[in-house]
């Protein structure tokens, strides 16, 4: 039977750990742990997980850290499920019958070593949901809609490939991405997470897909193609930032319904 271990890192943000805690309690099946890895500056959180009652899964590391990976991989190895997934704080579980429906995923599909599903988030200002398989052949164009906050990786995974570098500040699950390519892989066609666009990846957006390309250049060498592709992306983005470009995606979005 697959078990589930969830982490989530936060820093100074006690209302976002709470929303967090409060989807990952409201599951139909509970995980088999949630690891909270707290390097706060203030001790309000670690006060909160102290004094409230926490379920019996919960646990908690409160400790400063090097940054956004080194807190990923203090959760990576406290955890002792047989799968990992990173749910950040803010972020919530789309559905409650999420952790159910992906345990009974994997259950079904052994041979599969890492997953990821489809993401409910905002793009000029719309909720939609996105979501395609991975494509390895399709690498240059950095993370395409294959979210990190849907994947679902066996901890052995983590083993063999390594786990997050602390050499990127932003496009960490991007590098990790590349070296999941030759890896089992599964696409499961359900939205898995509402995403908070709170975060580092989006209000640093243009300078991720920087990262992209000197992630992606160290793996596979110079790549016009990934270069020129980061650029549309880029274009895209500061496109979406106007009302022209809201306009059009609105006109796009409605389209899909």
């Not at 000197?214 to 880029?234: D, H, T």
């Amino acid at each position: 039977m697959e078990q589930l271990s969830v982490i989530t890192i936060c820093f100074n943000n006690l209302s976002d750990l709470q929303t967090t805690c409060s989807s990952v309690d409201a599951q139909s099946a509970k995980p088999y742990e949630h690891y909270i890895i707290d390097g706060s500056s203030n001790k309000e959180i670690a006060e909160w997980l102290q004094n409230t009652p926490q379920p019996s899964y919960r646990k908690w590391l409160c400790e400063r850290d090097k940054g956004i990976s080194d807190a990923f991989n203090k959760g990576i190895a406290l955890t002792t499920g047989s799968l990992i997934h990173i749910l950040n704080s803010a972020d919530i579980y789309y559905s409650n019958s999420v952790i159910e429906n992906v345990l009974a995923y994997f259950y079904k599909n052994t041979a599969v070593q890492w997953a990821s599903g489809n993401i409910f988030m905002k793009r000029a200002g719309i909720w939609v949901q996105i979501g395609v398989p991975f494509d390895a052949k399709q690498l240059f164009k950095g993370m395409r809609a294959v979210s990190h906050p849907t994947w679902f990786l066996r901890k052995e995974l983590y083993n063999k490939v390594g786990n997050f570098s602390l050499d990127f500040k932003i496009a960490m699950d991007y590098d990790l991405m590349c070296r999941l390519k030759k890896e089992p892989y599964g696409y499961m066609n359900e939205t898995i997470v509402k995403f908070d666009d709170g975060g580092v990846s989006t209000n640093q957006y243009v300078d991720s897909l920087k990262e992209n390309v000197k992630v992606y250049e160290s793996y596979f060498g110079f790549s016009m193609a990934a270069r020129v592709w980061q650029c549309r992306l880029s274009f895209i983005y500061y496109l979406l930032q106007s009302k022209f470009g809201k306009f059009l995606y609105a006109i796009k979005a409605s389209n899909l319904k």
